[in-house]
C-alpha cells in the first residue's frame, strides 16, 4: 500500500470488478429522506414521559385517586359524619376496609372524602395561581421597560412576605372555610408562577417569528395568546404539578394548627389531627390511611412534576 | 455592593411595612379584636389595651401609635393571660424555637449538600438512586407525619429516644430529625442537579485539562458555583423550617415560641397572634436579607450587576 | 524530522439509549516538533473528539477509546492511568477551548485560575508563582497584567479572556498545544489577533499546536500542515499548499468552494447534503452520499490510502486508474 517515495495514485485493490467505476445513480430521495419520524413537540414530550417509570407510577396513582375521590364516597355504604360511638376503633376488616375512627365514622369513606377536598383545593389553588401568573407575568414581561420594573419590584416585595403567616393571619381574621383557605393560599401563592411566566416571556419575545407577528400589526393580546403562551407552556406546567402539592401540604398543615375546614368536611388534615392521639392508644389505621395518602399524592405530584420538566424541556429532546 | 445593600434593606423595610399595615387593617376588621368595640371581661386587660393601643382615638391615630410601638419593639400586652405581653412570651419562647431551628437548618444544609455531592458525582450509581428516592420521600412526607412516625416508633415503641419536652441533646434528635428532613431532601435534589449541570460546564473540563486532581476540582470550581442557587432558597426554607416548628413544639410539647403561637390562634388572642407574625415577619425578612449578602459574597458579579439578584 | 505525537488506528464510541455513536473510526496522525497541523472538518465529523483523546478527556461513560495508540514523545498515553495522565495535563499537553466566556470559572479570580496549574506541576513560590504569571499576561498582551489578577472573568471583554485562557494553557511550558476553534467564538478583529498570537507563542517557545477549526481562513493563517476529517476519518493529509493547491479529495474540493476569497471571482458552492448518521457509519465512503462522482464502488468497499508524495496522502477511488473516466464523464453528465 504506502510505498515509499510512491508516485502511487492507484491502491492495491486488483480483487475489485472493474465494473464497479461506473457512475453512481443518484438516488435523490435517500439523501433527503429523514431518519426518524417527526413528531410534534407534545407527541415527543409525552413519549418521553412514559419512558419515565417514577412520573408514570405517579401518574397513575393520580388517576386511581381522581376516580376513587368521585366514586368512593358513592360506593361506600356507609355515610362521611355518621357517628357510630359503639363501633369506635374498629381494625380494618370487611365491613370497614379502613377500620373506624374515635367517633365510630368509616375511615374509607372519609378518606375518599378528603381526597375531594385535597384535590379540590390543590386544583383550584393551583388554577388560580396560573391565572393571575400568566396575566401579570405575562404582561410584565411583554411590556417591558418601567412596567416590568415597576411590576417586578412588587414582585420582589411579596416575595418577601412570608407566605404562611399571612395565610394564618387571614384565616384567624376571616375564619377557615373552603373559601377562604383557597383564597389565602392564593394570595401569595401566584408570585412564583407570574415570575416564570415573565422569564419565559422575556425569553421568548425577541424570537424572530414574534418580531415578525408585531411588524405586521399583530395585537398584542393576540401575539401573547397565540405565540407566547403555548410556548411558556411546558414550565407553566410543570410548576403547577409542583404547587398542587404545595396547597395539599398547606391545606393538611392549617388543619393541624387548628385552621383547617371544618366539619361536615373531613379533609386529610383534619383526620390526621384528629387522630394523633389515637396512635399512641395503638390504633394506628386511623392516622395512616390520611397520612398515607397526603404523603402518597405529595409524592405522586412531585415525581410527576420531575418527570414533566424533564419531558418538556425542549433542551433535552433526543 | 454597598447600592446593592442598600437597594435590598430598602426593600425589605418596604415589605415589614406592608406586613405591619395589614396587621392592622385586619385586626380593626375582626371581632374580638382589641380595636373592634367589644370590651374585654378582664378589667386590667382592657385597662392594659386601653393604655397600649390608645383606643379612644380615630383610626388613623392608632395605626401611627401602633407604628411607633412596633418601632419601639414593643408588640402589646396579651388579652388572655392577665399582665403578659407579647415581648414576655416571645422572651421565652423565642430561644428555644430559635435554637430548633438553627440546629435543623445547620443538619439540614450540612447533610444536603453532602448527599447531593456524592449523588452527583456518583450519578446514576446505585448511592444516587437511593439518595435520591430517599430524598423524594422526605420532600413529600409532611414533617407532622414524621414526628408522630418518630414518636410512635423511636420514642414508644423502641425507646430509643425520649418522647418530648426539649431538656437535653437526646431530647432535640427526633424533633430536629422531623423537621429537618425535608428541607435537607430539597437541598439535596437541588446541590446535585446543579453540580451535574456545572460539571459539564467549560471551565470545569479546563480546570481538568489543567491537570488538577478530582478533589480541587470538585471543591474549588464546581461547589461554589453549585451552592448558588442553594443560597437563593434558602429564605424560602427558613419559612418553612420556622412555620414547621408551629407544629413541631405542639407535638414533642416544647415551650418554645410556636407552641404559644398556636394556643393564641386557638384562643383567638388577637395582640399575640399580630404580635407574632410581625415578630416573625422581621426576622425573616432579616434572614432573607442575610442570605442576598452572602449571595452577593460568594458571586464577585453582583457588585457590577446594577440589578442584583435576578 | 522529530515526530511529538503519534496517533494511530484512533477509534473512539459513545454508549447512548440511541446505540453507539462510532465518532472516531481508526484516525491516523502525526505530528511534528514545532509544527502547526489543522485539523478540518464539519462539526460532529470527530475531530474535537480526538484532540479530546490525546488528552484523555472523553467523559467516560459514555465515550471510550477503543481501539489505537496515542503515542507522545515515544509514551502510548492510551495506557497511562488517570493520575499518570494528571501529571501530562497542562504541563506537556494543554489545551485551549472554543468559548473563552464560558471556559472560565465566573467566581475564581483570574489570577487564581492562571496560578493554580503552576502551583500545582512546578514546585514554586506564590511569588515566584505571581512573577510568573505577570510574565505571561505580558506576553499574551495584557495592559496592566499587576491589577488584572485580583480581578474577576466578567471584568474581562471575550478577546482579554480567550488571551488569559491561552496564558493559562502555556504558563507551564507545555510542548503540545491543543487548541478547540480558538477564534470562532470572537469577532473577526479580534480573531486576526489571536491568531497572530499564536504564531508569536510558538515562534519564542517552539510549542507544537494542534488547530482544530471548520474556518479554513483560519487554517491558511497559520497552519502548516492540515488533516481534513469527515465522519470519523482522516480523508486527506498535505502540507497547506497540497491541500490548498491540489486537494484530491471531492469533499476537500467543495469545502474549498464553499469558502469566500477576495482574489477569485465566481459563485460559492455549498456542498449539498448532510454528513451520514455515526451511528450506523456506511461501509463505504462515508462521502459517498453528497459525491457528485460518486461511483459504485464507493459505497462497497472503504478507499485505501494513496500515497501522492512525503506529505501528501489521500483515501479516495478517484485516485484508482480504474476511475479515470468518471471526471470527464461526470462533467459532462451535469452540462
Redesign the interface.
Known amino acids: ?3 515509499a ?9 486488483s480483487s ?1 470488478p ?7 445513480e ?1 438516488d435523490k430521495d ?2 433527503e429522506q429523514v ?1 426518524r419520524p417527526s413528531l410534534s413537540y407534545w407527541q415527543d414530550a409525552w413519549r418521553r414521559l412514559r419512558q419515565n417509570k ?1 412520573a408514570m407510577l405517579g401518574l397513575i396513582f393520580l388517576i386511581l385517586l381522581t376516580i376513587m375521590a368521585i366514586l368512593g364516597p358513592i360506593l361506600s355504604p356507609y355515610e362521611v359524619n355518621t357517628q357510630d360511638r359503639p363501633n369506635q376503633y374498629q381494625l380494618p376488616s370487611s365491613e370497614h376496609w379502613f377500620g373506624t375512627d374515635a367517633a365510630g365514622r368509616d375511615v374509607f369513606t372519609r378518606t375518599w372524602y378528603g381526597a375531594r377536598i385535597s384535590l379540590f383545593v390543590g386544583l383550584v389553588a393551583a388554577m388560580i395561581d396560573v391565572f393571575i401568573g400568566i396575566i401579570y407575568g405575562g404582561i410584565s414581561g411583554y411590556k417591558g421597560g418601567r412596567t416590568d420594573n415597576v411590576m417586578m ?1 412588587i414582585i ?2 411579596l416575595y ?7 395565610t ?3 384565616l ?2 376571616l375564619g377557615p372555610s373552603l373559601f377562604t383557605i383557597i383564597l389565602a393560599l392564593t394570595i401569595t401563592g401566584w408570585v412564583g408562577m407570574a415570575r416564570i411566566v415573565r422569564g419565559q416571556v422575556l425569553q421568548i419575545k425577541n424570537y424572530e417569528y414574534v418580531l415578525a407577528s408585531q411588524s405586521f400589526g399583530g395585537k398584542t393580546s393576540r401575539i401573547i395568546r397565540k405565540h407566547l403562551l403555548p410556548n411558556a407552556m411546558g414550565p407553566i406546567i410543570v410548576q403547577m404539578t409542583l404547587s398542587v ?1 404545595t396547597a395539599i ?1 398547606a391545606e ?2 392549617l388543619s ?4 383547617g375546614i371544618q366539619s361536615p368536611y373531613a379533609s386529610w388534615g383534619v383526620m ?1 389531627n384528629d387522630s ?1 392521639g389515637a ?2 392508644s395503638g390504633n ?1 389505621w386511623t ?1 395512616f390511611f390520611p ?1 398515607f395518602f ?3 399524592t ?2 405522586a405530584f ?2 410527576l412534576g ?1 418527570g414533566l420538566q424533564d419531558a418538556l424541556d425542549p433542551k433535552l429532546r ?1 | 455592593m454597598l447600592r446593592y445593600l442598600l437597594k435590598r434593606s430598602l426593600i425589605a423595610l418596604v415589605t415589614l411595612w406592608i406586613i405591619v399595615t395589614i396587621t392592622f387593617l385586619l385586626m380593626i376588621t375582626v371581632p374580638g379584636s382589641p380595636f373592634s368595640d367589644e370590651r374585654s371581661s378582664n378589667e386590667t386587660i382592657q385597662a392594659n389595651l386601653e393604655a397600649h393601643y390608645n383606643l379612644d382615638e380615630p383610626y388613623h391615630v392608632q395605626y401611627l401609635i401602633y407604628m411607633k410601638n412596633i418601632a419601639m419593639l414593643d408588640l402589646g400586652p396579651s388579652i388572655k393571660q392577665p399582665n403578659q405581653t407579647v415581648n414576655d412570651l416571645l422572651g421565652r419562647g423565642f430561644p428555644i424555637s430559635f435554637e430548633l431551628g438553627m440546629v435543623t437548618i445547620i443538619v439540614a444544609v450540612i447533610s444536603g449538600i453532602v448527599f447531593g455531592i456524592i449523588s452527583a458525582l456518583r450519578h446514576n450509581g446505585i448511592i444516587d438512586y437511593l439518595s435520591m428516592g430517599f430524598a423524594v420521600l422526605g420532600i413529600s412526607i409532611p414533617n407532622f407525619i414524621l414526628a408522630t412516625l418518630f414518636i410512635q416508633k423511636l420514642a414508644v415503641d423502641w425507646a430509643m429516644f425520649p418522647v418530648a419536652t426539649w431538656s437535653s441533646p437526646a431530647h432535640m434528635v427526633l424533633p430536629v430529625a422531623a423537621l429537618a428532613t425535608g428541607p435537607m431532601a430539597i437541598i439535596a435534589r437541588l446541590t446535585r442537579s446543579t453540580m451535574l449541570e456545572v460539571l459539564t460546564q467549560d471551565y470545569i473540563k479546563m480546570a481538568k485539562a489543567k491537570g488538577l486532581s478530582p478533589w480541587k476540582i470538585t471543591f474549588k470550581h464546581a461547589l461554589r458555583n453549585a451552592l448558588m442557587p442553594v443560597v437563593t432558597i434558602m429564605g424560602t426554607l427558613l419559612a418553612g423550617i420556622l412555620t414547621g416548628t408551629f407544629v413541631i413544639e405542639q407535638i414533642f410539647a416544647i415551650p418554645g415560641m410556636g407552641k404559644y403561637f398556636v394556643e393564641s390562634i386557638n384562643q383567638r388572642d388577637y395582640p399575640v397572634i399580630m404580635g407574632t407574625t410581625v415578630f416573625y415577619s422581621a426576622f425573616l425578612i432579616f434572614m432573607l436579607f442575610l442570605v442576598d449578602i452572602v449571595y452577593g459574597i460568594i458571586d464577585p458579579r453582583i457588585k457590577l450587576h446594577k440589578k442584583g439578584g435576578e | 524530522m522529530e515526530k511529538i505525537l503519534e496517533i494511530k488506528d484512533l477509534h473512539v464510541t459513545f454508549t447512548t439509549y440511541g446505540g453507539t455513536v462510532q465518532a472516531v473510526r481508526g484516525v491516523n496522525l502525526h505530528l511534528n516538533k514545532g509544527e502547526t497541523l489543522a485539523i478540518v472538518g464539519e462539526s460532529g465529523c470527530g475531530k474535537s473528539v480526538t484532540s479530546n483523546a490525546v488528552m484523555r478527556l472523553i467523559p467516560s461513560p459514555p465515550g471510550k477509546i477503543s481501539k489505537g495508540t496515542i503515542h507522545f514523545k515515544g509514551q502510548n498515553l492510551t495506557e497511562f492511568s488517570e493520575k499518570k495522565m494528571r501529571m501530562i495535563r497542562g504541563v506537556d499537553i494543554s489545551m485551549i477551548f472554543q468559548d473563552p466566556m464560558t471556559a472560565l470559572n465566573p467566581t475564581l479570580t483570574i489570577g487564581t485560575q492562571l496560578m493554580e496549574g503552576l502551583r500545582k506541576h512546578k514546585n514554586v513560590s506564590a511569588s515566584e508563582a505571581k512573577k510568573k504569571a505577570i510574565e505571561m499576561m505580558e506576553l499574551v498582551g495584557i495592559p496592566n497584567p499587576e491589577e488584572r489578577l485580583k480581578q474577576y472573568p466578567h471584568q474581562f471583554s471575550g478577546g482579554m479572556r480567550q488571551r488569559m485562557v491561552i496564558a493559562m494553557a502555556i504558563i507551564c511550558d507545555p510542548e503540545l498545544l491543543i487548541a478547540d476553534e480558538p477564534t470562532t467564538a470572537l469577532d473577526v478583529t479580534i480573531q486576526a489577533q489571536i491568531l497572530e498570537l499564536f504564531g508569536e507563542i510558538q515562534k519564542k517557545t517552539g510549542v507544537s499546536i494542534i488547530l482544530i477549526t471548520h474556518d479554513l481562513g483560519v487554517v491558511a493563517k497559520i497552519a502548516h500542515r492540515i488533516a481534513v476529517m469527515y465522519a470519523g476519518k482522516i480523508i486527506e493529509t498535505g502540507t497547506k499548499r497540497d491541500v490548498f493547491y491540489n486537494p484530491q479529495h471531492p469533499y476537500t474540493k467543495g469545502l474549498l468552494n464553499s469558502v469566500p476569497r477576495l482574489d477569485e471571482r465566481g459563485k460559492l458552492q455549498p456542498i449539498d447534503g448532510t454528513p451520514p448518521d455515526l451511528f450506523s457509519p456506511p461501509k463505504g465512503c462515508p462521502f459517498t452520499a453528497r459525491c457528485p462522482y460518486a461511483m459504485e464502488v464507493c459505497d462497497k468497499v472503504y478507499p485505501e490510502q494513496s500515497v501522492l508524495s512525503d506529505s501528501h496522502q489521500v483515501n479516495c477511488w478517484l485516485q484508482d486508474k480504474r476511475a479515470k473516466h468518471i471526471l470527464a464523464e461526470s462533467a459532462s453528465k451535469s452540462f
Open positions: 500500500m504506502k510505498t517515495n510512491g508516485i502511487n495514485p492507484a491502491p492495491s485493490s475489485i472493474d465494473e464497479w467505476f461506473t457512475l453512481k443518484k435517500a439523501a431518519a417514577m419590584r420582589e416585595i418577601g412576605i412570608p407566605s404562611l403567616l399571612v394564618i393571619l387571614l384567624v381574621v402539592p401540604f393538611a398543615f393541624f394548627i387548628g385552621l390526621a394523633l396512635i399512641l394506628w392516622l397520612a397526603i404523603s402518597f405529595m409524592f412531585n415525581v420531575d433526543k
